[in-house]
Nanobody, 121 residues
């Protein structure tokens, strides 16, 4: 019912900023919780952030708290991840996901193809 397309990845120097976007064309976007995961080279895919359908409640991995901000615009079927104070360890393929948040846990059901973020030192 929903397809996700990420954009905004690229190369940035440590300390810089980057904003990722995720488009979810269709009529059901606003009914999903949305989130971001990332997979660094040689590592498993890890949770980054999530946001409820209303946009009023957000969740972050400890490694990105205070640096990343997730937001959504339901009218535009878009979700964003603003990444500030980037570190080399943030280098990864970032995936947008749609799903549900239950008891503080984001369960992803639909995934995008991913966008590469590379942070140089």
């Amino acid at each position: 019912q929903v397809q996700l397309v990420e954009s905004g990845g690229g190369l940035v120097q440590a300390g810089g900023s980057l904003r990722l976007s995720c488009a979810a064309p269709g009529r059901t976007f606003s009914t999903y919780a949305m989130g971001w995961f990332r997979q660094a080279p040689g590592k498993e895919r890890a949770f980054v952030s999530a946001i409820r359908w209303s946009g009023g409640t957000t969740y972050y991995a400890g490694s990105v708290k205070g640096r990343f901000t997730i937001s959504r615009d339901n009218a535009k079927n878009m979700v964003y991840l603003q990444m500030n104070s980037l570190k080399p360890e943030d280098t990864a393929v970032y995936y947008c996901a749609a799903g549900a948040i239950v008891a503080g846990t984001f369960d992803a059901g639909v995934w995008g193809q991913g966008t590469q973020v590379t942070v140089s030192s």
